[in-house]
C-alpha cells in the first residue's frame, strides 16, 4: 500500500447500510483507496468486528487510520478527566490495531490559562505514559495528535514535531484546513505547506513524509479560528497548492477528506492528485 492514500473520514454517505465493512466496499468501488474510522462519539466496535473488518479492508486495498473520541483533554484540572481521556485514546489504538489501521489521532487537550509549555509537558508525560501501556500490551499502531484548528486549543505543528523528537515513534497528524484556520487565513501558500513538509522532514527525518497521517477539506473560520468545514467549492484554502506540496516532496501515507461532502471532495482530491503527480 504505498504512496499516498486518499479517502474519507467515516463511512462515505452513497454507504447503504450506513456500517464501516459497507463503507470500505463502497470506496472500493468508488475507486478511492482509505478510510478513517471515526470513533469521535465513543469507540463501538468489538475486536470481533474489528478483525473481520481488517480483513475487508485488505481484501478491498483500502487502508484505515482512526480518529479517537472528541472528548479528550490532557491537561484538565480534573485528574480523573485525564484518565479517562488517556483510556479512550487507548481503547480507539486497540480496536484500530484489531482492525489494521496504521495511526490513530485525537485532539490532545487545552490551554486553559496555563503557560503552553507546562502544558507541552502535561501532554508529554501523558503520552508517554500511554506508549508504555500500548506496549506492555502489545499494540502496535502510531499515536498522532493533530494539529488543532483554533488558538485555545494545543497542537501547533512545532509543538507536535517537538513532541516527535521527544517520544519516538509519534509523529503529527496534519491537517491543512487547521493549520490554515487557526492561522486566520495566512497559512495559505505553496511556499507555506512546503515549508511545513520541510520542517517534518528535518527535524523527525524524511521517513516522516512516507508515512504522514494526514486531513484536508474545505474550512471555515472565524476571529477564533476554526468554525466548521465547508465544501471545497466554498473554501478559499488553496488545497491544489497543499497538494502540489505533496507531489514535490513525494509523501506517502494517508489524506483524508473531512467535507461534509465525503466522497465527492475526496475524489475531486484523489483525481486533482493524480493529474499533478503524472504530469
Not at 479517562?84 to 490495531?97: C, E, F, N
Not at 521527544?166 to 492561522?183: E, I, K, M, Q, T
Not at 473554501?235 to 501515507?253: F, I, S
Request: glycine share 8%; aromatic share 6%; hydrophobic share 40%.
Amino acid at each position: 500500500m504505498a504512496g499516498l492514500r486518499i479517502g474519507t473520514a467515516g463511512v462515505p454517505a452513497s454507504t447503504k447500510p450506513q456500517t464501516t465493512p459497507d463503507g470500505i466496499v463502497r470506496l472500493a468501488e468508488l475507486g478511492l483507496e482509505h478510510m478513517e474510522i471515526e470513533f469521535v462519539r465513543g469507540v463501538r466496535m468489538g475486536e470481533r468486528t474489528a478483525r473481520a473488518v481488517r480483513k475487508l479492508a485488505e481484501e478491498q486495498r483500502v487502508s484505515l487510520t482512526v480518529h479517537a473520541p472528541y472528548y479528550i483533554n490532557l491537561n484538565s484540572k480534573e485528574p480523573e478527566k485525564v484518565e479517562a481521556s488517556k483510556q479512550r485514546i487507548i481503547q480507539a489504538a486497540k480496536i484500530g490495531a484489531a482492525a489494521g489501521a496504521r495511526s490513530v489521532t485525537f485532539h490532545a487537550a487545552f490551554y486553559h490559562d496555563d503557560d503552553p509549555e507546562v502544558v507541552y509537558e502535561r501532554v508529554k508525560q501523558n503520552m508517554e505514559e500511554m506508549l508504555e501501556e500500548l506496549e506492555r500490551a502489545g499494540v502496535d499502531i502510531r499515536l498522532s495528535p493533530e494539529t488543532t484548528g483554533g488558538p485555545t486549543q494545543f497542537g501547533t505543528l512545532e509543538e507536535l514535531i517537538r513532541l516527535g523528537q521527544d517520544l519516538p515513534g509519534v509523529y503529527p497528524c496534519v491537517d491543512f484546513a487547521h493549520l490554515y484556520a487557526r492561522s486566520l487565513g495566512e497559512f495559505n501558500s505553496y511556499q507555506h505547506f512546503a515549508g511545513a513538509l520541510e520542517q517534518i522532514r528535518d527535524s523527525l527525518g524524511p521517513e516522516a513524509l512516507q508515512a504522514m497521517h494526514m486531513h484536508l477539506s474545505g474550512i471555515e473560520y472565524g476571529p477564533r479560528g476554526e468554525k466548521r468545514h465547508v465544501p471545497l467549492e466554498e473554501t478559499e484554502l488553496n488545497y491544489r497548492a497543499v497538494l502540489q506540496a505533496l507531489v514535490d516532496y513525494e509523501v506517502a501515507g494517508w489524506l483524508t477528506c473531512e467535507s461534509p461532502i465525503l466522497e465527492d471532495d475526496a475524489l475531486i482530491l484523489k483525481g486533482l492528485y493524480d493529474e499533478l503527480h503524472h504530469r
